[in-house]
């Protein structure tokens, strides 16, 4: 096992609502990427916090967005649900050094937007 | 942005054979390539990277080429065996200390025969 955990496991809600996604660290790492895994599709980079800020954005609107707290644990946040939002959310941990490349993935939130 | 293109979509092989599995990449800035094998409903899991600095990197059944030139690198297994069956996937990455965004291929379904 690697460490990082997230919750829920699944989710489902109706478009227009909010949902919250929450992921703990691997210990030691001290950042967080967040993806969203379509059915049958590669991961696709939503944002990465590093030290509680955001430090990088994939093509995303702003009705995502993400919170990395003291503890290196993050949360996602999805505003205005859409049926396109429907997608396994990966988050991943890392430990940022000259030398640390490796991204270690959580299970996923199975996200269903009805 | 970067963009990967991953071929097969789908590869059957017997056990024994050999698996190959093909990426190119658009941005020749990127230098950090890692391959995720991903099973059915589980987490994906690197199982082996290359830097830019390296032309072939070997683990094992396991092997990644990498060719800057014309961007594209290739992920080899030999003496496929059952436990390989899952979804592979390649990524490119630039890591120049700011996020490190992982762009995913779409993924490569590998099914073993025995």
């Known amino acids: 096992e690697t460490g990082v955990t997230q919750s829920p496991t699944h989710l489902i809600k109706t478009r227009g609502q909010q949902v919250t996604l929450r992921c703990s660290s691997q210990?030691?790492?001290?950042?967080v990427s967040w993806y969203q895994q379509a059915l049958g599709q590669g991961p696709q980079f939503i944002f990465q916090?590093?030290?509680?800020?955001?430090?990088g954005r994939g093509n995303f609107p702003p009705r995502f967005s993400g919170l990395q707290f003291p503890n290196y644990s993050s949360e996602l946040n999805v505003n205005a649900l859409e049926l396109d939002d429907s997608a396994l959310y990966l988050c991943?941990?890392?430990?940022?050094?000259?030398?640390?490349?490796?991204?270690?993935f959580g299970p996923g939130t199975r996200l269903t937007v009805l | 942005g970067e963009n990967v293109e991953q071929h097969p979509s789908t590869l059957s092989v017997q056990e024994g054979d050999s698996a190959v599995i093909k990426c190119t990449y658009s941005?020749?800035?990127?230098?950090?390539f890692p391959w995720y094998k991903q099973e059915l409903g589980k987490r994906p899991q690197l199982i082996i990277d290359?830097?830019?600095?390296?032309g072939e990197k070997k683990d094992q059944r396991i092997a990644v080429t990498l060719n800057k030139t014309a961007k594209h690198f290739s992920l080899h297994i030999t003496e496929t065996q059952p436990e390989d069956s899952a979804v592979y996937f390649c990524?490119?990455?630039?890591?120049?200390?700011?996020?490190?965004?992982?762009?995913f291929g779409s993924g490569t379904q590998l099914t073993v025969l025995p």
């Open positions: 991943a941990s890392s430990l940022r050094t000259s030398g640390s490349t490796e991204q270690f």
């Open positions: 210990s030691g790492h001290n950042t």
């Open positions: 916090y590093y030290r509680e800020e955001e430090n």
């Open positions: 941005d020749s800035a990127s230098n950090y």
């Open positions: 290359i830097r830019s600095n390296v």
């Open positions: 990524a490119a990455s630039l890591f120049s200390g700011s996020a490190r965004q992982l762009t």
